[in-house]
């Protein structure tokens, strides 16, 4: 089995990425590692999939849009309105053929880094999080809290993310993946039954 070079993929991603968003990319490959410690999940994996988690995040819509026609990858209708939505799933496509990561947990984060989704990994929780609360972020409300929460339980969490996003989405007005209240329902519900 080949092994991902660490190296390389940040290499690649500098050169890829503006530089806002390799910012954002460290930010959240090395807020994915001090969560791994935390939860004993593998380093590496997690710094892997924090540095590939965006890497479809500067190619254009058009880009986007050729890849998924050209590889059939399934498009919907919300994402053919809105392309951007496309860069994880996009993400996920390249961080298998391009940057060969095998391993399914890893590119599963990288699938469901936005919207998450119901009954994910650690890996999968812990790449959601990175990417909302890495340090270079400042906008989003409940930030510092978030962060302590982080390191306190991963799936109050999600909660408070997802319950903030869908806020957000919502005074936005946008158009939104469906993806993003199910996990919300699912964990909301989870975290009762317990
Ligand atoms: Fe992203
Ligand atoms: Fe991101």
Same mark, same amino acid.
């Given at each position: 089995? &080949?092994?991902?070079?660490? #190296?390389?993929? =940040?290499?690649?991603?500098?050169?890829?990425?503006?530089?806002?968003?390799?910012?954002?990319?460290?930010?959240?490959?090395?807020?994915?590692?001090?969560?791994?410690? #935390?939860?004993?999940?593998?380093?590496?994996?997690?710094?892997?999939?924090?540095?590939?988690?965006? $890497?479809?995040? $500067?190619?254009?819509? #058009? #880009?986007?849009?050729?890849? $998924?026609?050209?590889?059939?990858?399934?498009?919907?209708?919300?994402?053919?309105?809105?392309?951007?939505?496309?860069?994880?799933?996009?993400?996920?496509?390249?961080? =298998? &053929?391009?940057?060969?990561?095998?391993?399914?947990?890893? /590119?599963?984060?990288?699938?469901?880094?936005? @919207?998450?989704?119901?009954?994910?990994?650690?890996?999968? &929780? /812990?790449?959601?999080?990175?990417?909302?609360? %890495?340090?270079?972020?400042?906008?989003?409300?409940?930030? @510092?809290?978030?962060?302590?929460?982080?390191?306190?339980?991963?799936?109050? @969490?999600?909660?408070? /993310?997802?319950?903030?996003?869908?806020?957000?989405? %919502?005074?936005?007005?946008?158009?939104?993946?469906?993806?993003?209240?199910?996990?919300?329902?699912?964990? $909301?519900?989870?975290?009762?039954?317990?």
């Amino acid at each position: 089995m &080949k092994t991902v070079d660490l #190296k390389k993929i =940040r290499k690649a991603m500098e050169k890829q990425q503006d530089a806002k968003r390799y910012e954002h990319t460290l930010g959240v490959a090395y807020t994915a590692t001090a969560l791994a410690m #935390k939860y004993g999940v593998s380093l590496k994996d997690a710094q892997l999939a924090g540095l590939l988690h965006d $890497c479809a995040k $500067c190619l254009s819509d #058009k #880009k986007k849009l050729s890849i $998924c026609e050209k590889h059939g990858l399934p498009v919907s209708e919300v994402e053919m309105r809105n392309p951007f939505l496309l860069h994880a799933k996009v993400g996920g496509f390249l961080a =298998r &053929k391009e940057y060969l990561v095998q391993d399914e947990d890893i /590119i599963n984060a990288i699938l469901y880094h936005t @919207t998450g989704r119901p009954d994910m990994s650690t890996i999968e &929780k /812990i790449i959601f999080i990175a990417d909302y609360i %890495e340090p270079g972020r400042k906008e989003a409300p409940n930030l @510092t809290q978030l962060r302590q929460m982080a390191f306190e339980d991963l799936d109050s @969490t999600l909660i408070g /993310i997802l319950k903030d996003t869908l806020a957000y989405l %919502e005074k936005k007005g946008g158009e939104m993946d469906p993806m993003t209240r199910n996990t919300y329902e699912y964990y $909301c519900k989870e975290s009762k039954e317990v």
